[in-house]
Structure formats: structure tokens, C-alpha cells
């Protein structure tokens, strides 16, 4: 199982997106800007 599936079907589903295209460079600027600027603080000292 893939960590975080509940059941096989949402294993298959997961393990099919390793079959999409990567992410533009523009959006992972936006993800890591969004991460840095509200996400960060409330998680990076979890572990």
C-alpha cells in the first residue's frame, strides 16, 4: 500500500499519478510561495 491509502483503489489512483506530466515551473513557484508564506509556521516544527 502507498501510505496514506485507505483502500486499493486510492492506491491505484495514487500510484497513477506518477504518470502525469510534471508540474510547470510557475505553479511550484506558487505551491512553495504559498507553503513559505502560510504553512510553514504551523508545521516546521513538527518534526
Known amino acids: 500500500m502507498i501510505p ?23 505553479t511550484l513557484a506558487a505551491i512553495r510561495d504559498l507553503y513559505e508564506k502560510r504553512i510553514r509556521e504551523q508545521v516546521e516544527h513538527r518534526w
Open 4 to 26: 496514506g491509502a485507505r483502500n486499493p483503489e486510492q492506491a491505484r489512483a495514487n500510484a497513477a499519478a506518477a504518470q502525469l506530466p510534471p508540474l510547470p515551473q510557475d
